[in-house]
């Protein structure tokens, strides 16, 4: 008898924000070995998934995201995770890896231990370590090493945007290219009041950057169109080894992150680094346009690429939301195809 409907059970967790939704059951076991193979084969054959939880009716939050638990092949790795947005798939992401280990935790997929305790997980770019630091049950902070470094692959750069006149930019690799623009050179204070015009010009300069930028990594090589863009504004000093920065991430096509994000965090420290304004030890407190805040550690600078790298580990905190089933009937017109009713237990 044809599948009529299925069933999605989610953790939904927010971090500084940003709300996504952490798939625990509900999903076959991907083929694939890596979880790389794994979201290839999510991307390829099944994407209805991503549609149905982020798409309107059911989606449609402006700084929204989905995370599938998957099993890990990573030796000693506890759980992977494909992480899903509104541009695809990313490799990594910051604020998802911090939402999928609060959600494993607190929701009991994995063993909570009092005090600090390490957990290694796989995104489809790899391995990262996770330090929740747990107390009474609740994940107090979550902090994370991504396995890469963080770099200026291009500076100085000037594009003629219609409408907006010449936009002065940065590139900056921190597990994805983003495109950093001073957020004051073009009257913004990277407040709550300017997200819907930050997330405007931003788009803006993605469609004038498409073809005319080249997002290339020296190792990694190419990766694809401006889908990136981080606001930036000046730092200012907390003491001696704390600098505060106002940050915005937009992301194609909609997204404004309500947090400040891991990337983004990643991103303002590798320009700073790159200027001299940071230096190995020290530490970036990065606040969003709805002034919620990351802390990102400096702990490594070495030589990289075209010039300087660093090595960042981020922390920020996160909160359960909501835990729910998601109902999926097929009979429904507004229920997306694209293999979703073949990847569903």
């Known amino acids: 008898m044809p599948k009529k409907q299925g069933k999605i059970r989610t953790v939904d ?4 924000g940003d709300v996504h939704q952490i798939i625990v059951d509900g999903v076959i ?11 290839a084969y999510l991307k390829n054959n099944g994407d209805g998934l991503r549609r149905l939880l982020l798409h309107e009716p ?4 402006p700084s929204h995201y989905a995370d599938l638990v998957v099993a890990p092949s990573i030796p000693g790795a506890k759980a992977g995770f494909v992480i899903m947005e509104y541009m695809g798939y990313p490799l990594y992401s910051g604020s998802n890896t911090m939402a999928t280990a609060i959600a494993l935790l607190e929701d009991g997929h994995l063993p909570m231990a009092e005090g600090r305790q390490d957990v290694l997980l796989e995104s489809p770019g790899g391995a990262v370590t996770v330090t929740a630091n747990c107390r009474d049950g609740k994940v107090i902070d979550v902090s994370y090493k991504p396995d890469s470094t963080a770099f200026v692959a291009q500076k100085g750069l000037s594009l003629d945007v219609p409408g907006r006149g010449a936009v002065k930019f940065d590139v900056v690799w921190s597990g994805c290219f983003y495109s950093l623009i001073d957020g004051p050179s073009h009257g913004f204070a990277l407040t709550k009041s300017e997200e819907a015009e930050l997330g405007a010009f931003a788009l803006d300069f993605m469609a004038a950057a498409r073809d005319k930028i080249p997002y290339r990594h020296f190792e990694l090589g190419d990766q694809g169109p401006a889908v990136f863009v981080l606001w930036t504004g000046p730092a200012f000093r907390i003491d001696d080894q704390t600098l505060g920065r106002r940050i915005s991430p937009v992301v194609y096509p909609k997204s404004v992150s309500r947090c400040p994000s891991g990337t983004g965090t990643t991103a303002a420290i590798a320009q700073l680094v790159e200027r001299g304004e940071m230096r190995s030890g020290d530490r970036l407190k990065a606040i969003s346009c709805w002034d919620t805040e990351f802390e990102g550690h400096c702990y490594e600078v070495l030589p990289y690429g075209p010039g300087v790298g660093c090595r960042v580990e981020v922390t920020g905190d996160g909160w359960i939301i909501a835990r729910k089933e998601v109902i999926v009937n097929f009979d429904d017109p507004l229920t997306p195809g694209d293999g979703l009713k073949e990847i569903l237990a």
Request: proline share 5%; charged share 25%; net charge positive.
């Open 13 to 16: 967790v927010h971090t500084g």
């Open 29 to 39: 076991d991907l083929p694939g070995r890596t979880v790389g193979d794994k979201m």
């Open 58 to 61: 059911r989606g449609g939050h």
